[in-house]
């Protein structure tokens, strides 16, 4: 018989709608409960592409004899963490605080008060690796809960204590000026993996915004070592087993150093960022690769995340069914052995394509399976060629039960994903990915997007089939979809999206900002949790912090707001106490920090829409180097003409008639130009 969550829209959830365990969703009713029964709290986070979740289930939740023993001590609560990331962050720094690590499935014992007092994550069936049993736990949680009362108390209440004296104190800090961004470098090249490209050891994950970070430092200071780290990670990646060297796109992580096997799931987030750093690649140095890698990186989210209503998916799951055993297991969808390759290609392009690919009898994954990498020594092969196997290799690829895909749509994971979609369909004229990214914007808009009468103005979090979520969007919400309409005014010349983006980012002054400057990830009127999470580092996505600083930058550029321009360097003050002491958890914040320091530079570029002179120099200002730069395109506006949609357009006309881009820095104007490959001159480092 389904229990509570069979009503809910989460897909995680929904997959645990059937267990044998009583699941609560996160509610005040379920804490009443607890009080009411006089039990603990049972809190258990995840979400659907998890691997280590779907195992605990199966082993755990699945489990009868387990389900009546938390059925009888407990209530049990499920959180999706993508659509309650607030929930997340507290109980995650907690259980960091406690343990020194995290991860998901995370499990915490709570009180009736939401008070943390005890912490794990996966916790097997059987004692094994110095772990107890999820058994074990839950007898020892429930014996201290009966037999030592007092101390479950003290214990909570010391935690939440804690985590209350963790506050962040960078509102106060000063901007960062060069020292700190060139001691962030030198922090990055310590820890740069020079063999095999990225930074630290196993696992290996993609450092997008790092990448990104050393790209724009590249472009404003000329430095040829940020460069070749950007361009060698972007290409061992490439190269890996990491990105799917068949459909395109990018695994989470490598479990390995060298790029090999990934962790096989597949997140919107780290395509979308990854698809605008090899575009942006691509832009600095011309890289073949970087451009086809871009291009395949945005078909592959167009062609397997898009939703029936325009918008994108969070993820492809690890797991799928093996055709052979007929188990759920990592990575079936992905894997190929000599053998199956032969079945498909016949026996010389079957053996060409395992030279090529690096399948080798032995397997590089498991069970004799390998993971497809472009080797740097493979045999030289004719592009038609191999495009032809390639074709190939992905229709028999299509016929394997296909992975599962979590269909919710995150409104922060869209913004990114409209950003890059916009920019990709712009660089390498494909005004298809720009239509996609404009769609994705609008059910944004349409459903994302509450401003009805007699209450205040919100983003929601999340919709799954056009129906919008109960959850309120939280900072990296407004952030980085502010980013994506930004690009996307960028892009099309419309001004709408530039409006939009100023609605979202009034609401970060109003509801997200404490006084010192600093924000906070939870609006002012959001449901109190036992702490107001706050968190400046740039993880697998940049933080709310950051993103909403990026965003304030930006829009402050196009408007001239002194007000959008101070709260976005207030923001950034972050980035001087954090950048040259972790620069690997603040690339975004560094990014943002290169755009402050180069400007950012405003672009307009007036002209008829139809006078293909115009198109030139949009294009040549979307391709500029300048970090962070701003762009306006549109008609031109006499100085008695007012202001239209675009301010940056406003009493800017044609020189001799032609069509002409105005570039702007720091209050000075640079000479108006008709010539895109001037302006391209004018767009390119600033040498200090």
């Not at 115009?614 to 040549?620: G, M, Q, S, T």
Request: net charge negative.
């Amino acid at each position: 018989m389904p229990n509570r969550l069979a009503n809910e829209t989460s897909p995680y959830l929904l997959q645990h709608a059937d267990n044998p365990v009583d699941w609560w969703p996160w509610s005040p009713e379920a804490f009443a409960e607890a009080r009411d029964r006089g039990v603990p709290v049972l809190l258990s986070v995840g979400y659907s592409s998890c691997h280590w979740c779907h195992v605990m289930a199966h082993e755990s939740f699945e489990d009868e004899p387990a389900a009546a023993y938390m059925n009888e001590h407990f209530v049990n609560i499920k959180v999706d963490r993508e659509e309650r990331p607030d929930v997340d962050a507290v109980y995650m720094e907690a259980v960091q605080a406690a343990t020194g690590q995290g991860g998901w499935p995370m499990t915490v014992f709570l009180t009736a008060d939401a008070e943390p007092f005890y912490f794990g994550t996966y916790f097997p069936p059987e004692p094994r690796h110095g772990m107890p049993s999820f058994m074990q736990v839950l007898e020892g949680v429930r014996a201290a809960w009966v037999g030592r009362p007092e101390e479950v108390a003290e214990v909570a209440q010391k935690i939440v204590r804690d985590l209350a004296g963790r506050q962040l104190d960078y509102g106060k800090a000063g901007t960062p000026g060069p020292e700190e961004l060139a001691q962030a470098l030198l922090g990055l090249t310590r820890e740069y993996d020079a063999v095999r490209g990225g930074f630290g050891g196993a696992p290996k994950f993609p450092p997008s915004m790092v990448l990104e970070f050393l790209l724009r430092h590249h472009a404003r200071t000329g430095s040829e070592g940020a460069l070749q780290m950007a361009a060698d990670t972007c290409e061992a990646m490439a190269r890996g087993g990491i990105y799917d060297q068949l459909g395109g796109g990018f695994a989470r992580y490598s479990v390995d150093r060298e790029w090999v096997v990934p962790h096989f799931e597949k997140m919107l987030y780290d395509n979308a960022l990854l698809c605008r750093v090899y575009a942006h690649l691509w832009r600095s140095t011309g890289s073949e690769l970087a451009r086809r890698v871009a291009l395949e990186t945005a078909d592959f989210m167009v062609r397997e995340l898009r939703t029936a209503q325009g918008g994108f998916a969070s993820a492809l799951d690890a797991d799928s069914e093996d055709p052979l055993t007929g188990e759920h297991v990592e990575g079936a969808y992905y894997a190929w052995t000599p053998a199956q390759l032969r079945e498909v290609l016949g026996e010389e392009d079957g053996a060409l394509a395992a030279g090529y690919f690096g399948v080798t009898e032995e397997g590089t994954f498991e069970h004799g399976t390998s993971v497809l990498q472009l080797l740097q020594d493979g045999p030289a092969v004719d592009a038609e060629r191999i495009a032809g196997i390639r074709a190939r290799l992905l229709a028999a690829r299509a016929e394997r039960p296909a992975p599962g895909r979590d269909d919710k749509v995150v409104a922060a994971w869209n913004g990114l994903a409209i950003a890059a979609l916009a920019e990709c369909g712009a660089y390498f004229e494909r005004p298809d990915l720009v239509e996609r990214a404009t769609e994705a914007a609008d059910l944004l808009v349409r459903v994302h997007f509450d401003a009805a009468a007699g209450r205040a103005p919100r983003l929601s979090r999340t919709s799954k089939d056009g129906q919008v979520g109960a959850n309120a969007g939280v900072l990296e919400d407004y952030g980085d979809v502010a980013e994506g309409f930004l690009a996307l005014a960028a892009v099309t010349g419309e001004g709408v999206w530039l409006e939009f983006a100023g609605f979202l980012l009034d609401l970060v002054l109003d509801r997200f900002t404490a006084e010192d400057g600093s924000l906070y990830d939870t609006a002012h009127d959001a449901e109190k949790l036992i702490r107001r999470p706050q968190d400046p580092t740039d993880t697998a996505a940049p933080s709310g912090w950051t993103a909403a600083a990026g965003a304030l930058l930006s829009y402050a550029a196009h408007t001239g707001s002194e007000a959008h321009r101070t709260a976005a360097e207030r923001a950034l003050g972050v980035v001087q106490a954090l950048g040259p002491r972790v620069p690997r958890f603040i690339g975004h914040g560094l990014s943002v920090a290169e755009a402050l320091l180069d400007g950012p530079r405003e672009v307009a570029v007036v002209g008829h829409p139809e006078d293909p002179a115009r198109a030139a120099l949009h294009r040549a200002a979307l391709l500029g180097t300048a970090p962070g730069a701003v762009v306006a395109v549109g008609l031109p506006q006499p100085a008695e003409g007012g202001e239209g949609e675009f301010p940056l357009l406003a009493e800017r006309t044609l020189v001799r008639d032609l069509p002409t881009a105005y570039v702007c820095r720091h209050f000075v104007c640079a000479r108006p130009t008709t010539d895109p490959v001037e302006l391209a001159e004018q767009l390119g480092a600033v040498r200090p």
